[in-house]
């Protein structure tokens, strides 16, 4: 979808004094709001005696809580500031190939939003998240007590396969990519000067001349913008859910 609500940010020479904004609020809050939730997931699982928890009521209403969360990140790819959309930093084959050529040399392109490899790493792990949660609504861990809330809706075999996946994808997939994103960050913050980890936290880049800058702008009210977007997005999940005749009774809280 074009991008016809942003304004570019100017762009400054490689020996610029100050920073430009690179990340809104929203992605920013959204990053590490889904740190907490995996594993506080993890955790909800591995831990669920010690906490008192035998039935994982914790563990499945955190999943619905990052299932909402991936909805939103999907919609703000559409409708949020311009650094976040899908339709700007989504790279192209050659893309990723000349950007992956010059990483050896140290002479790769520098991007306000997520560099080519960056972003093949940022939709993957969004990918596998979205389909292990979606997964979790499926799964049946011991009886109809730690069930998620449309487990019916699969035969017996089918929720074994859902709960086999959705295990598999976290230990074998998902946790060593999670490793490997954040050694990565820090390579690049220690050997390449580029303040990625920063720049997710305080929403600003040093102000140089980015590749990418010339289609990048922000968007007006983001935060506005992105509360309307997680209310959609938890009516997408609960409502759908309940729509469907999905069993939230068993996971009460208290």
Do not use: C
């Not at 920063?198 to 289609?215: E, H, N």
């Amino acid at each position: 979808m074009p991008n016809t609500d942003a304004h570019p940010p100017s762009r400054a020479p490689h020996n610029a004094v100050g920073s430009v904004d690179a990340w809104d609020a929203p992605t920013r809050i959204f990053h590490w709001l889904l740190v907490i939730l995996v594993a506080a997931a993890w955790g909800s699982y591995q831990f669920s005696e010690t906490l008192g928890d035998p039935v994982l009521k914790w563990h499945r209403w955190t999943g619905l809580l990052i299932l909402t969360l991936l909805v939103w990140r999907l919609l703000w790819g559409f409708f949020g500031s311009s650094t976040s959309r899908f339709t700007n930093f989504v790279p192209s084959p050659n893309r990723l190939i000349s950007y992956a050529s010059a990483l050896p040399s140290g002479t790769e392109p520098k991007y306000l939003g997520h560099n080519p490899l960056g972003t093949v790493m940022v939709l993957t792990l969004l990918t596998l998240l979205l389909t292990q949660a979606t997964l979790g609504l499926f799964t049946v861990e011991h009886n109809d007590l730690t069930a998620g809330p449309l487990y019916r809706f699969l035969s017996e075999e089918g929720r074994k396969v859902a709960t086999r996946w959705h295990r598999y994808l976290f230990e074998t997939i998902t946790l060593w990519l999670i490793g490997i994103h954040v050694v990565v960050n820090v390579f690049y913050a220690v050997f390449r000067r580029e303040p990625l980890i920063k720049a997710m936290i305080v929403g600003r880049k040093p102000a140089i001349a980015y590749t990418d800058a010339v289609s990048l702008g922000t968007i007006g009210r983001p935060m506005l913008r992105a509360v309307l977007l997680l209310a959609a997005s938890a009516l997408i999940v609960f409502g759908g859910i309940w729509a469907v005749g999905g069993k939230f009774l068993q996971m009460r809280l208290w």
